[in-house]
């Protein structure tokens, strides 16, 4: 009987399991109607009465070893996964939280503030619904330009004149806010987002994103516009991207220009990208107008500045090589899951 005690005693302690199945098996064998501790003390019933002393204990304590190992079991497979379900291996390494990641004009928004922060700029935001003023007649937009019409413009109230409602066309009107409510040197960029009635396809959108620039202070000069913008694309595309600047015109700068940096995907060598010519234009930039600044209370003899801007969208092209516009403001995952390098 001693010999039986040992060996079951060691097999319980032996046993490990969470499965339900296994468990029932041991409470069936050991504490059932025809377990073993029961055929024990069947037995112990036939022994002398000397064996009765020494087994009565053993035999009582047997019994509590395996209602203890039951009871432990048990708990802790009602308080764990019902395994027995599980048809994997735990012992697998788990799956990482699907995590979002950033959309792929913030990484370039991101990256842009980062350079011209870097450069001493501070980030300035204004309203996306704006009134005449700010976005057009303090920059100097003639009473009769095309830009105020209903074709580009989404008015929200038109009362023909400077009491218009509308959503900005340009971030240009937080240049006006920000000169209006400080005293100079300026020297900040303004991101956010802008709109114009467009009918939407592959390289037009209702709405879409910019970046402006603006640095005003005493003795600014079109060099200074120059070698700023110059350092932003060679740390933006890298070292070697050519920029070149072509006479333009915009109301609010005076002289003005556009800029072109050589493709940065073709290298200048000529694709879709860039038309075949080897440049692609992504600024508008020029010296603040002097009615500019006079518009907004600044002395146009002493202060001079200059100020740019540029669409996030087409910065976003060149770098990341996508063609089409619809997919920034689509959400398909297939396209945003591409930009999930980048650590949040
Ligand atoms: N506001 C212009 C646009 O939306 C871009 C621009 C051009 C901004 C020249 C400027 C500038 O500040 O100097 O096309």
């Not at 959503?167 to 409510?181: A, C, G, K, W, Y």
């Not at 146009?300 to 092209?317: D, H, L, P, Q, T």
Request: some cysteine; hydrophobic content about 35%.
């Amino acid at each position: 009987m001693q010999d039986k005690i040992n060996q079951y005693t060691a097999d319980i302690k032996a046993f490990v399991t969470a499965k339900a199945d296994e468990l029932e098996a041991f409470r069936i064998k050991y504490l059932g109607t025809k377990g073993l501790v029961k055929d024990l003390f069947e037995e112990f019933k036939t022994v002398g009465p000397e064996e009765k002393r020494t087994f009565g204990k053993v035999l009582n304590e047997f019994k509590q070893l395996a209602e203890a190992k039951y009871n432990e079991l048990k708990e802790t497979q009602d308080s764990g996964p019902k395994t027995q379900d599980l048809k994997f291996d735990l012992t697998l390494p788990g799956e990482g939280l699907a995590v979002g990641s950033r959309h792929p004009l913030s990484l370039i928004r991101i990256e842009i503030i980062d350079i011209f922060k870097r450069l001493g700029f501070v980030v300035a935001e204004g309203p996306e619904i704006e009134d005449d003023w700010h976005n057009f007649s303090a920059l100097n937009f003639p009473e009769e330009h095309p830009a105020r019409d209903m074709q580009d413009t989404f008015f929200i109230k038109k009362n023909a004149g400077r009491d218009d409602i509308a959503l900005r066309t340009h971030t240009s009107s937080v240049q006006v806010r920000m000169m209006e409510n400080g005293k100079p040197p300026f020297r900040a960029i303004m991101p956010g987002r802008v709109y114009r009635n467009e009918a939407i396809s592959a390289r037009a959108h209702c709405f879409f994103h910019q970046v402006e620039g603006l640095y005003v202070d005493e003795n600014v000069s079109f060099s200074d516009l120059k070698q700023t913008l110059y350092h932003f694309v060679q740390e933006l595309y890298g070292d070697g991207t050519q920029v070149r600047f072509r006479p333009s015109y915009f109301p609010f700068t005076e002289p003005s220009a556009e800029m072109d940096i050589s493709c940065t995907i073709c290298k200048g060598a000529g694709c879709n990208m860039c038309k075949h010519s080897g440049w692609v234009e992504i600024l508008g930039c020029g010296m603040v107008d002097p009615n500019v600044l006079e518009n907004c209370g600044i002395d146009s003899k002493k202060y001079s500045g200059f100020a740019f801007g540029m669409g996030i969208e087409r910065i976003a092209n060149l770098k990341y090589v996508i063609r089409d516009l619809r997919l920034f403001s689509e959400n398909d995952v297939r396209f945003l899951n591409q930009f999930k390098t980048e650590v949040i």
